[in-house]
């Protein structure tokens, strides 16, 4: 779908802050992926917690998926570019995932949940966001919502960059999710060679695109491909403006930081270490993840 779009408003754009190449691991059963946003940047970025991108055609490489396993505390946000993934929790929700889609999961309290792979040969591709909570809502209630392609909100500027709007807003379209805390701001932009992006941006939350495509420049400054680029929160800038050096694929992430402790013990992320005993020997009695 195409939105009359307003001029665009940024006058001082941010600059590279720092380019990052991720690092190959593995997770789940053995799923091989790039942990592109890691442990050590999650002050840097808050409130984003973790950004996997994985990407391959050889099943060996995703087909175990990622069986039962417990997440509390924060919320993770999948967007399957090419694939096709089934979910299952234990608030009863399941949800299959596929060609563009978006699954929106708010761990809150608690849910144990599976990622499982529903093809045997082709490519998967696609990432997974960690987004914390705020203390006050680390124990709500879990929230799940699935989105299909043509669910999620698009739009297309004249000069032929199409968006699609994840979460927040761009260019006066509302995206499919909104936080108040948080304010996240994820939009998949395609660009074709030579043309111009820009986005909006607080000086203060916390910015960084990753592209998986071509190659862009900010500031004139090249972005690779499979690279994630971290903006500076320079107090001047109103947002970012991007350049098409190539015809180009990328995510754009940003959102407000929360300022809070953070600490995790791998699928828990809470704000004191007695939180995580806690949530340790909630899941050990089976108190993680029951229906209310
Ligand atoms: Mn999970």
Redesign the pocket.
């Given at each position: 779908m195409t939105h009359p779009i307003s001029t665009p408003a940024v006058t001082v754009s941010r600059t590279i802050e720092r380019l990052v190449t991720g690092q190959a691991t593995s997770d789940?059963a053995g799923v091989k992926l790039n942990r592109v946003l890691t442990q050590n940047l999650q002050h840097r970025l808050d409130p984003f917690l973790m950004l996997d991108a994985f990407g391959s055609d050889q099943p060996d490489d995703y087909i175990a998926g990622?069986p039962d396993?417990p997440?509390r505390g924060f919320e993770?946000v999948?967007y399957m570019i090419a694939g096709r993934m089934l979910h299952r929790d234990s608030a009863g929700n399941e949800g299959l995932l596929q060609n563009g889609g978006v699954q929106w999961?708010t761990?809150g309290q608690g849910?144990i949940?599976?990622?499982i792979p529903q093809q045997a040969d082709g490519v998967m591709e696609g990432f997974?966001l960690w987004l914390n909570l705020h203390s006050s809502e680390k124990m709500n209630a879990p929230w799940y919502r699935d989105f299909q392609n043509d669910q999620l909100p698009q739009f297309k500027t004249p000069s032929g960059v199409a968006v699609t709007v994840i979460a927040g807003a761009s260019h006066d379209v509302q995206g499919a999710v909104t936080r108040e805390i948080t304010q996240p701001v994820y939009l998949d932009v395609h660009m074709p060679e030579g043309s111009r992006f820009e986005q909006t941006l607080p000086a203060g939350h916390n910015a960084f695109i990753y592209v998986y495509r071509g190659e862009v420049r900010i500031g004139g400054q090249a972005v690779p491909v499979q690279r994630m680029a971290i903006l500076a929160n320079t107090p001047q800038a109103d947002g970012v403006v991007i350049e098409a050096s190539a015809d180009a694929k990328l995510i754009l992430v940003a959102g407000k930081p929360l300022k809070e402790p953070i600490v995790q013990y791998g699928?828990f992320v809470m704000n004191t270490k007695e939180e995580i005993y806690q949530a340790l020997a909630d899941f050990r009695d089976g108190r993680l993840g029951e229906k209310a």
């Open positions: 789940g990622f396993h997440h993770t999948t999961m761990a849910v949940h599976s990622e997974q699928p």
